[in-house]
C-alpha cells in the first residue's frame, strides 16, 4: 500500500458490494472498518427507513456529512458509504482530503439481483426494477465520478477478487 495514514472510502450505488468488500478487507487484510449507515442507525437509535420517514432525507443527509468530519480523525480506517454519500460536494471534498476514494460498480440487473429481497433503502422502494435503478444509477453517475480516485467493476468478481485488487491498486 503506498498510502498509508489514509482512509479508504469505498463509494458507488446501492447494492455494489461496499459492505461486503469492507469486511473482506478486514478479513484479508486487517483492516478497521467503519460502515457509516451503521453508525448513524446507532447514533440515531433508528432505521434508516424510520429516518427518511420521520426527518426526511435531508436531514439523514446532514449525519452523513457529520459523520465523515467525525471519522476523518480516525486513523487509516475503511469507510463504508452508503450510496447516496457523493451527493453532496461538501461530502465529496471531505473524502478526497482524507483518503483514497474507491467506486464500486455493478450493472443494473445485479444490483436488482442483490438489493431484491431487502426492504431496508428507502431510495429503492418501488423501484426494485432494471428500469427505475438504471435512471437512478445515471443520476448519480457523474458524482461517483467526480468522486473517485479509482473504479473497479464488481460484476463477474468475487468479493474477495475485488477486496484484492482494491488493496494491490491503492
Ligand atoms: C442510500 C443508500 C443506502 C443508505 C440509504 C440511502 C442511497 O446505503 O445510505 O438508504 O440514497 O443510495 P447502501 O448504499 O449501503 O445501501
Given at each position: 500500500?503506498?498510502?498509508?495514514?489514509?482512509?479508504?472510502?469505498?463509494?458507488?450505488?446501492?447494492?455494489?458490494?461496499?459492505?461486503?468488500?469492507?469486511?473482506?478487507?478486514?478479513q484479508l487484510y486487517g483492516k478497521n472498518i467503519v460502515e457509516v449507515d451503521d453508525r448513524i442507525i446507532a447514533k440515531e437509535g433508528r432505521s434508516i427507513n424510520q429516518i427518511f420517514a420521520e426527518s426526511g432525507e435531508n436531514y439523514f443527509r446532514d449525519l452523513e456529512t457529520e459523520m465523515l468530519?467525525?471519522?476523518?480523525?480516525?486513523?487509516?480506517?475503511?469507510?463504508?458509504?452508503?450510496?447516496g454519500m457523493v451527493l453532496r460536494e461538501e461530502n465529496r471534498r471531505l473524502m478526497k482530503e482524507n483518503g483514497v476514494i474507491i467506486w464500486l460498480d455493478a450493472t443494473p440487473e445485479t444490483i436488482l439481483d442483490r438489493v431484491k429481497d431487502d426492504d431496508s433503502r428507502p431510495n429503492l422502494k418501488g423501484k426494485k426494477n432494471v428500469k427505475d435503478i438504471k435512471a437512478l444509477k445515471n443520476k448519480r453517475a457523474d458524482a461517483y465520478a467526480?468522486?473517485?480516485?479509482?473504479?473497479?467493476?464488481?460484476?463477474?468478481?468475487?468479493?474477495?477478487?475485488?477486496?484484492?485488487?482494491?488493496?494491490?491498486?491503492?
Open positions: 500500500m503506498s498510502k498509508v495514514n489514509r482512509h479508504i472510502y469505498l463509494i458507488g450505488f446501492m447494492g455494489c458490494g461496499k459492505t461486503s468488500v469492507s469486511i473482506a478487507m478486514n468530519k467525525e471519522l476523518a480523525d480516525e486513523d487509516n480506517i475503511i469507510v463504508s458509504c452508503g450510496g467526480e468522486a473517485a480516485d479509482i473504479k473497479v467493476d464488481t460484476d463477474g468478481k468475487t468479493i474477495r477478487e475485488v477486496a484484492k485488487e482494491i488493496y494491490e491498486s491503492v
